[in-house]
């Protein structure tokens, strides 16, 4: 099949002056200081956005305050009706958003369209509904009477104020909608800064927020490199950060806010999440589900599974069968609907990816399939298998964040468990059996955030979903996101 045809929309919004979007509306930004966006499928320039100046944090700082003071006045059902407005508005122009999120990311069209676009606007529907369902409590206090009188108490729950939301490459459309939709349906206002990768989505999406109603300054988008996500957060006019991104950076966020001014943090950091394949797992099902796991979007997923951990008596036979699979995937344009695996999102990571491949060699680990750059234009690498020497392995311990997924076998149950555990992350693990009640008495064993059984990486908005030890800070989803957004008041009353 041939490429998908880009929207007239798609190649004028392409071609537009790109600057920040402040106050409800587009603000040119410096001429000379300019990011060139690329096409990672060709290695094109597509577009040019702005390089923040201080001048252009303190403006969208200055929009987000004003903007705070009437979002956070306006009544919870006319803020869950905009976010609605807004879900609509987002699949109504599905095509486009998604085919600029694959010009800019290298996604293949129909996963820009299923999850950037379509689980976009339902996630954006769920935090809508909770507009109407943020609560505080009632108390009786416990304090004495001297006098006759009596003591009640509450809570409420108020929006923290203005917040940063700093997203990654890897999903720029939906991970900028669970932020911006946690902060609006709380009552905050928000300034996103996306990755200079892949700022152009939430660009047209700022837009389609202002005709959805948001009043301007609620919803503010800076674009620039890290310097500019830094001196948001430092900025006296800020309350909170949202971090979506790599540990090493995350650590790094963390240490700003708490410098800064106790900025709050939520950090959403990845890690090396572990898949365990007990002894009684179908081989077909594993090599389905490591696909599931660690290939999807070329592995550029948080969540995304790296260590593989099968049982020693079917961890060849499982391999053998995963490099069926992949022998069999299409690899292309990620324009073309019959592609099946695309590139990676820019040409550092690609690089990145080629030096893994270098160290598994130089360790004499064993390249089952894969382990090169496609001689390609544009980031394309090879879906690929390694089978470790031994726990310590580079590719069982660094985070690869890429398609490649690294075997060792085990021999027992309780040395599964030891190897899932064995890493300073803790976002996601998956374990697959046809044995429920062993599944469910493994579970509280394994030190992760989201465990699954017989799935791994898809997420649902009513699920909370964070990392524990190194893999992050606070939760999303769920009602758990409610205490991240919010101050809790406390009210005492003598009558």
């Known amino acids: 099949m041939s490429d998908v045809v880009l929207l007239p929309s798609v190649n004028k919004f392409l071609g537009r002056d790109h600057g920040h979007y402040i106050d409800g509306g587009f603000s040119a930004g410096s001429p000379t200081?300019?990011?060139?966006?690329?096409?990672?499928?060709?290695?094109?320039?597509?577009?040019?956005?702005?390089?923040?100046?201080?001048?252009?944090?303190?403006?969208?700082?200055?929009?987000?305050?004003?903007?705070?003071?009437?979002w956070s006045k306006t009544s919870p059902a006319a803020r869950a009706a905009v976010l609605f407005k807004l879900a609509d508005l987002l699949e109504r122009n599905r095509e486009e958003l998604a085919q600029l999120e694959t010009c800019q990311s290298g996604k293949i069209i129909q996963i820009s369209r299923a999850?950037?676009?379509?689980?976009?606007?339902?996630?954006?529907?769920?935090?809508?509904?909770?507009?109407?369902?943020?609560?505080?409590?009632?108390?009786?206090?416990?304090?004495?009477?001297?006098?006759?009188?009596?003591?009640?108490?509450?809570t409420l729950r108020e929006p923290v104020g203005v917040v940063v939301g700093?997203?990654?490459?890897?999903?720029?459309?939906?991970?900028?909608?669970?932020?911006?939709?946690?902060?609006?349906?709380?009552?905050?206002?928000i300034i996103i800064k996306p990755s200079e990768f892949t700022p152009l989505t939430i660009l047209r999406i700022a837009e389609l927020?202002?005709?959805?109603?948001?009043?301007?300054?609620?919803?503010?988008?800076?674009?620039?490199s890290g310097a500019a996500g830094k001196a948001l957060i430092e900025h006296a006019g800020t309350n909170k950060v949202s971090f979506t991104g790599s540990v090493p950076t995350g650590i790094a966020v963390g240490k700003s806010a708490m410098e800064a001014k106790l900025t709050r943090s939520t950090l959403e950091l990845g890690g090396k999440n572990s898949v365990g394949f007990l002894r009684d797992v179908d081989l077909d099902k594993a090599a389905d589900?490591?696909?599931?796991?660690?290939?999807?979007?070329?592995?550029?997923?948080?969540?995304?599974?790296?260590?593989?951990f099968a049982h020693r008596s079917q961890i060849e036979p499982i391999m053998e069968k995963l490099a069926q699979r992949l022998a069999t995937l299409k690899i292309g344009s990620p324009m073309d609907e019959s592609t099946q695996f695309g590139p990676v999102t820019n040409k550092q990571h690609q690089q990145k990816?080629?030096?893994?491949?270098?160290?598994?060699?130089?360790?004499?680990?064993?390249?089952?399939?894969?382990?090169?750059?496609?001689?390609?234009?544009?980031?394309?690498?090879?879906?690929?298998?390694?089978?470790?020497?031994?726990?310590?392995?580079?590719?069982?311990?660094?985070?690869?964040?890429?398609?490649?997924?690294?075997?060792?076998?085990?021999?027992?149950?309780?040395?599964?468990?030891?190897?899932?555990?064995?890493?300073?992350?803790?976002?996601?693990?998956?374990?697959?059996?046809n044995d429920l009640s062993k599944a469910l008495r493994l579970i509280p064993e394994i030190k992760a955030g989201t465990v699954w059984?017989?799935?791994?990486?898809?997420?649902?908005?009513?699920?909370?979903?964070?990392?524990?030890?190194?893999?992050?800070?606070g939760r999303e989803f769920g009602a758990a996101f409610l205490e991240d957004y919010t101050e809790l008041k406390s009210v005492m009353i003598r009558y």
């Open 209 to 224: 927020a202002t005709e959805a109603g948001l009043p301007p300054g609620a919803l503010n988008v800076v674009t620039g």
């Open 353 to 433: 990816l080629a030096g893994f491949f270098e160290t598994a060699r130089a360790e004499n680990s064993t390249i089952v399939y894969g382990g090169k750059v496609i001689d390609r234009p544009g980031c394309y690498v090879e879906p690929t298998i390694i089978l470790a020497n031994s726990a310590s392995d580079t590719l069982l311990n660094e985070e690869t964040f890429g398609p490649i997924a690294t075997f060792l076998p085990y021999d027992t149950e309780e040395e599964l468990l030891h190897l899932m555990n064995d890493t300073p992350y803790g976002l996601s693990a998956s374990i697959w059996t």
């Open 33 to 70: 200081g300019k990011i060139t966006v690329v096409n990672p499928a060709d290695g094109e320039a597509i577009a040019q956005v702005s390089e923040a100046t201080l001048g252009d944090i303190d403006h969208a700082v200055a929009s987000a305050n004003a903007g705070f003071k009437v």
């Open 289 to 308: 589900g490591i696909i599931e796991a660690g290939f999807l979007h070329s592995g550029q997923i948080c969540a995304a599974a790296e260590r593989f």
């Open 453 to 473: 059984v017989n799935m791994h990486t898809l997420l649902d908005p009513a699920v909370p979903f964070g990392g524990v030890k190194a893999s992050g800070i």
């Open 115 to 154: 999850f950037e676009v379509d689980q976009a606007a339902h996630f954006l529907r769920y935090y809508a509904g909770w507009a109407t369902k943020i609560t505080g409590e009632t108390i009786t206090p416990s304090l004495p009477s001297f006098a006759g009188e009596r003591y009640t108490a509450f």
């Open 166 to 189: 700093i997203v990654p490459w890897n999903f720029s459309t939906m991970i900028a909608i669970w932020k911006l939709a946690s902060a609006l349906t709380t009552g905050c206002s």
